[in-house]
């Protein structure tokens, strides 16, 4: 019999998705480029659930009903179009694929117009959660045509996490809306990641304290409304997890080299590219760069001496660190300001028409961002779809008025021990620049226009103008 829903890749991601879309009422057929893969899956995991194999992409497209619904879930690049033009000799008008990998928006704006104009729908789907979350419910971000998206209303509907208010799920905007959203998500992402890993490194280095103390200090902040969230959650985790062949912590264990798969590199080029200022997300890629210098920094510890550590205040774990979790709170709140703002102005550039409560909705539940801090994103927006900069909203900006001492004090203390703290310190002049009335840019412009004839504008009368400054 016909199937409803139909898979291409059995990766873990594949292999949860199409598990949960079953489990959720959707018979399916997958399929596997080595089909000892599908039998391996549909004898293991997938036996006794309404999920058949397919041999090949014939075999696969004949078994679905029409119209067809299939989700791809390969590696992102040029992966998406070998399969894209291997199947689409079978499609039939109105049958519609979906790429639910973390693909990089522009192949997604190409592939939409492609297919679209052969009458197939193409939907670019970013799906966040992890394995768990593909088994579970994770949050999922489509972009594409309205009608195209109807279609698959109904599936990822049930698919997604579900919240107080709703799935996890909405419709982002046409054409690679779905694939740039999910991409600041993973951009926030490696903020929140590397603002924790600061947070941890002067716990460790200046406090002397050790995983299980800083695990409780986790613990601590995941249960205040600022930092209740998954990346706390599994932060404490992490620290609190022992090598189980000496019982030391494991997390000192592990190679000081954070890798990367694209998306935070593309957020970072994608917010120079459209003016969006983003230094907190740009300070965390710079961060995985830098780790990835091992040897070279191993070399310069002992040519570049810095300060000796001095103790400095941190607060303590009776009052959660409280200066400590200033600089963490703001530089989340930087983090999710920063990606918000880029996908404003990224939504007026390309006509997205994106809903910022919807999004900062959609990310409440199943994703890796996942924090009580965004149903404030979303009431911000709500209350405010004008709103440039989430500081500015009351509640936000009461945040960084009761807070910016404390991430000053740690940034402070930091450069007086020699500690790097990018994100901190990146937060900290993001926040003093945005609230500068008057930079310092009149000196930049007069030397453009000194060396340059750039011309100038003055604050005292209209127009353009020009010195000759070297007489
Ligand atoms: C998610 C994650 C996931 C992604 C990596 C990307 O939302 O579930 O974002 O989709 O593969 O986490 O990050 P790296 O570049 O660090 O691999």
């Known amino acids: 019999s016909q199937s409803h829903f139909g898979l291409i890749g059995l990766g873990v991601m594949g292999e949860n998705l199409v598990l ?8 399916s057929v997958v399929y596997n480029r080595t089909y000892a893969k599908t039998e391996e899956f549909l004898n293991g995991r997938g036996q006794g659930r309404n999920i058949q194999g397919a041999t090949d992409l014939q075999d696969f497209v004949g078994k679905l009903e029409r119209p067809r619904r299939i989700l791809m879930m390969v590696k992102a690049g040029p992966a998406v179009d070998a399969v894209v033009d291997q199947i689409s000799p079978y499609l039939e008008e109105g049958d519609l694929l979906i790429d639910g990998g973390n693909s990089d928006y ?9 297919l679209e104009s052969k009458s197939f729908g193409f939907i670019g789907m970013g799906v966040s959660g ?13 972009g594409g045509t309205k009608a195209s998206y109807d279609a698959i209303e109904s599936l990822v509907n049930k698919m997604a996490a579900q919240v107080d208010d ?13 694939h740039l959203v999910k991409t600041v998500h993973n951009g926030i992402e490696y903020g929140i990641e590397q ?31 600022e930092l209740s969230s998954y990346l706390v959650e599994i932060t404490e985790v992490c620290l609190r997890t022992k090598d189980p062949e000496d019982g030391a912590d494991l997390v000192e264990k592990i190679m000081d080299q954070a890798g990367q ?76 300001a920063q990606g918000m703002e880029l996908l404003r102005i990224a939504s007026r550039d390309l006509d997205y028409s994106l809903q910022m409560p919807s999004i900062a909705q959609i990310w409440k539940g199943g994703c ?20 440039t900069n989430l500081m500015l909203d009351p509640w936000f900006a009461d945040q960084i008025n009761r807070r910016l001492p404390g991430l000053a004090k ?15 310190s990146s937060t900290l002049d993001y926040i003093n620049s945005y609230r500068t009335g008057r930079l310092p840019q009149n000196l930049v412009q007069a030397m453009r226009d000194c060396f340059g004839s750039h011309t100038y504008q003055r604050v005292d009368k209209e127009g353009a103008f020009h010195t000759e400054w070297l007489g």
């Open 166 to 178: 709703g799935p996890c799920v909405t419709y982002i905007g046409p054409g690679g809306s779905g």
């Open 410 to 424: 740690v940034v402070a203390g930091a450069a007086e021990s020699g500690i790097p703290v990018p994100c901190f």
């Open 368 to 387: 890796i961002i996942r924090a009580r801090l965004l149903q404030r994103i979303q009431d911000a927006f709500a209350a405010n779809p004008d709103l």
């Open 20 to 27: 949960n879309a079953e489990r959720n009422g959707f018979s």
């Open 261 to 336: 798969k694209g998306t935070g590199l593309w957020t970072v080029v994608t917010a120079l590219q459209m003016g969006a200022s983003v230094p907190t997300i740009y300070a965390s890629l710079n961060g995985r760069v830098m780790s990835s210098l091992k040897p070279e920094r191993v070399a310069a510890e002992s040519i570049l001496k810095g300060p000796v550590i001095k103790d400095f205040d941190l607060g303590t774990p009776d009052d959660a660190m409280a200066p400590l979790m200033d600089a963490t709170v703001l530089s989340c709140i930087a983090s999710y």
């Open 195 to 225: 603002i924790l890993a600061e947070g941890y490194d002067l716990m460790k280095r200046v406090k002397g304290m050790n995983g299980e103390q800083m695990a409780d200090v986790l613990a601590q902040w995941n249960a205040t409304e």
């Open 106 to 114: 522009h192949d997604t704006e190409r592939r939409v117009k492609e």
């Open 130 to 142: 992890g394995a768990k979350g593909a088994l579970e419910g994770p949050s999922m971000m489509p």
